[in-house]
């Protein structure tokens, strides 16, 4: 089986690279073709759709959304063009050819104001353009195709790309302190496992030739402040050797730190839908976290 993967330089996208090209048996079969923003780009709509019917696979992965959050505050038109109009030509291009789609969405759909873990039944509610943007994607793709798999994901980080846990070492090695958010939380997610959800739901696709077809929420267990995950970010990196000695770690409000999108307090996603579907819990943050450290050194 073909399997088409959009955004391939990407956190996600770079961690399902490594998984499915490595030499285990569940891999016999697979032939991934990685695009990255030079082979299809996101913001034309023909691009996208083009990419899709030209390789004809037998599904397809995107991994790739504009994510800059506060830019997307005064880049309206950039964001909706990634994040909804080429999701819809996506699905449009798979309906045709009556391939799958999974498709990697957020967190920030939400407003944050529930006081428990979000489920996919919860109604949407997104306080700025980028959770907008991602929302108008879900809803488009589920018009155009019907074989479609959405993961809302939360805080992700990775080896590869931007992420807080790297901005957090980089800040750790200059600076005695830092101030990090106490008052939202939410999940942090390893791309590492999101990657390894995605290559158990194409395997079962294949075996199976369907998949239960929905929205479903995929972040690791776990729930923290930014407060609290800088802090363990800093115990693990030392533990690992990557940084000599922890700064120290200010607790702040967000009232304290404003940005020019306002951003959930909660994001804690309930993922006991898809734990049901793959049989298994998702793993702690922790886990990632060392991983990644272990990375560096």
């Given at each position: ?272 839908k898809l734990e049901q579907l793959l049989g ?18």
């Amino acid at each position: 089986m073909n399997v088409l993967l959009f955004g391939a330089n990407g956190q996600v996208g770079n961690e399902c690279r490594r998984i499915f090209n490595t030499t285990e048996a569940g891999n016999k079969g697979f032939q991934l073709i990685a695009l990255t923003r030079d082979d299809a780009d996101f913001s034309d709509q023909s691009s996208v759709e083009k990419a899709v019917l030209e390789y004809s696979p037998g599904i397809v992965i995107n991994a790739c959304a504009y994510t800059a959050v506060d830019k997307a505050e005064t880049e309206a038109d950039l964001a909706y063009a990634v994040n909804a109009l080429s999701v819809a030509a996506l699905g449009r291009a798979c309906q045709q050819l009556g391939i799958p789609c999974i498709h990697i969405s957020t967190d920030y759909v939400f407003d944050g104001t529930a006081e428990g873990a979000y489920s996919e039944a919860t109604t949407v509610a997104p306080l700025g353009v980028y959770g907008g943007s991602k929302y108008e994607g879900e809803r488009l793709l589920q018009l155009e195709t019907e074989k479609a798999i959405i993961l809302r994901t939360s805080w992700v980080f990775g080896v590869q790309g931007n992420n807080f846990v790297k901005t957090m070492l980089r800040l750790g090695s200059e600076r005695d302190e830092l101030a990090v958010v106490a008052d939202q939380h939410g999940c942090p997610t390893f791309a590492g496992d999101i990657a390894v959800v995605i290559h158990q739901l194409v395997t079962q696709y294949r075996e199976e030739n369907t998949l239960p077809w929905g929205i479903y929420h995929c972040s690791n267990s776990g729930a923290c402040s930014w407060y609290e995950f800088a802090q363990a970010i800093f115990k693990q990196a030392v533990e690992q050797g990557v940084l000599n000695k922890a700064p120290m770690v200010k607790a702040i409000t967000t009232e304290q730190f404003p940005t020019p999108a306002k951003r959930p307090a909660n994001s804690v996603l309930d993922c006991s839908k898809l734990e049901q579907l793959l049989g298994k819990p998702m793993p702690h943050w922790r886990s990632g976290l060392q991983q990644l450290c272990a990375s560096l050194k």
